[in-house]
């Protein structure tokens, strides 16, 4: 079975310092992987995705997320963190299903950024 | 903001009723999924449409079906609600069926059960 974990439910981080956000995969084959964002009672914001090339990726907002085949991980990064990142944040992993394809997400990180 | 809308924002119904959702897709997308959000939960999967055909589904009981139409706009219909279908309902759009192509999440539908 395909399935995406993400072990921390919240995150707490000082503005100004890096953050990171864990991901963990697993997934048969070649994985799609994505990382959203959700402000409250907003829909999912995409923030960067890995199909394949570097396994450095940059996103939006000065996120960025390295793809490790062999830890199986995609964790999310950025160097300095912002109160404004303070979001609800998912990783997902695209799989064919039927023809079509879906995205399976992880429970969601709760980011905290702090002054 | 991406182009996809969703309406209504917010609905109450009771339980053993039936509701409609609607997804409007962002231009040049003609596929659209729908996930369920529980409170606390990532995005599930329901489905996907890709040029009016279901084209992949979740686990969801039947009573959870769509429709596209030939715009690319898309209904989401539950019948029989149970207190359960309380969550946050998300649309999604994407070109050619999503395949490596990021899918864009309109702000969501929010329905509550009684």
């Known amino acids: 079975a395909q399935s995406v974990a993400q072990p921390e439910d919240q995150v707490n981080v000082a503005e100004g310092n890096p953050l990171t956000v864990k991901c963990t995969y697993s997934v048969s084959g070649n994985p799609y992987l994505f990382w959203y964002v959700q402000y409250p009672n907003r829909g999912l914001q995409f923030l960067l995705k890995y199909i394949t090339g570097d396994n450095l990726v940059k996103g939006s907002y000065g996120f960025e997320a390295e793809f490790n085949k062999s830890q199986t991980s995609f964790h999310l990064k950025k160097p300095s963190a912002l109160v404004s990142d303070s979001a609800l944040y998912f990783c997902a992993v695209r799989f064919l299903t039927g023809g079509g394809n879906k995205l399976t997400f992880g429970t969601g990180t709760q980011l905290k950024v702090e002054l | 903001e991406t182009g996809v809308t969703q309406s209504p924002t917010h609905l109450i119904k009771t339980r053993g009723q039936q509701v409609t959702l609607r997804c409007s897709s962002q231009?040049?997308?003609?596929?659209v999924s729908w996930y369920q959000q529980a409170l606390g939960q990532g995005p599930q999967f329901i489905f996907q449409y890709y040029r009016e055909e279901e084209n992949g589904r979740g686990n969801f009981p039947p009573r959870f079906s769509g429709l596209q139409f030939p715009n690319y706009s898309s209904e989401l219909n539950v019948n029989a609600l149970e207190l359960d279908d309380s969550a946050l309902y998300l649309c999604a759009s994407s070109a050619d069926r999503g395949r490596g192509y990021e899918q864009y999440f309109g702000p969501g539908t929010r329905l509550t059960v009684t």
């Open positions: 231009s040049g997308h003609n596929t």
